[in-house]
């Protein structure tokens, strides 16, 4: 069972979300609730959790303090973000720095379980990626290359992504990181990263009014057509459609 933590200001938030965790059945559950940043620090200083869902606005330490704060405590940390719509700025500041998702409210339970099964298979995946570069003939260099590959993107706005910025992050040939990434996650680095585009893109759609252009740009395509293309391949349905049929369901 995957341990979270709450952390918001508001009482009853708190305790609704906790009923909603509870009634989607998923191998996850909340073992701590904390009124804000401060308090959640002080806590997490003697215990574990596996993840942090925390508001943007809460008195003494708001959300994002809280997230900055959070990197000198704990070496790696995931954070989901609940926000406001009129706070998204927070948010794409809460993802630079780390932040795996984030959810407006009013909450919905699917949008809570897309989520959180999104987060459960990421934790899935990181596992079945580690245990299969243990049984590499030299696991070493290829393990620890691939662990940060994966870590700089995560923590990195998806525009700025590329295969040649990565491969200088970690120190390595882009051809080389190229082989080895298809070597070790049995996929090209190109083919990862565009699934995590798509896949933003999908959630942009779906929680902002933002422009289709600015959508494109904020997952990493300066050309909307070619965002509608490759979203079209991915998911079977343009970008408009989308965004259309989700309104209308």
Known sequence: MKRILLVDDERWVRTALKWTINKLNLPVEVVQECE??????????????????????????DGMTFVKE??????????????????????????????????????????????????????????????????????????????????????TPLNEVTLHDTAQKVHVNPSYLSQLFKQQLNKKFIDYLTELRIEEGKHLLLHTTLRMSEIADRVGYGDVAYFSNNFKKMTGCTPSEFRKSAKEA
């Open 70 to 155: 959070l990197a000198n405590v704990k070496e790696k940390q995931d954070v989901i973000v609940i926000s406001v719509h009129d706070e998204f700025q927070f948010v794409q500041q809460a993802l630079r720095s780390g932040v795996m998702d984030y959810l407006l409210k009013p909450i919905e339970e699917e949008d809570l379980r897309a989520s959180l099964e999104k987060w459960l298979q990421m934790e899935e995946a990181g596992k079945q990626i580690k245990t299969a570069l243990s049984t590499a003939s030299n696991p070493a260099v290829p393990s620890t290359t691939i662990e940060q590959v994966l870590e700089y993107i995560r923590k």
């Open 36 to 61: 804000n940043g401060l308090q959640a620090l002080e806590w997490l200083k003697e215990n574990q959790v596996d993840l942090i869902m925390t508001d943007v606005r809460m008195p003494i330490m």
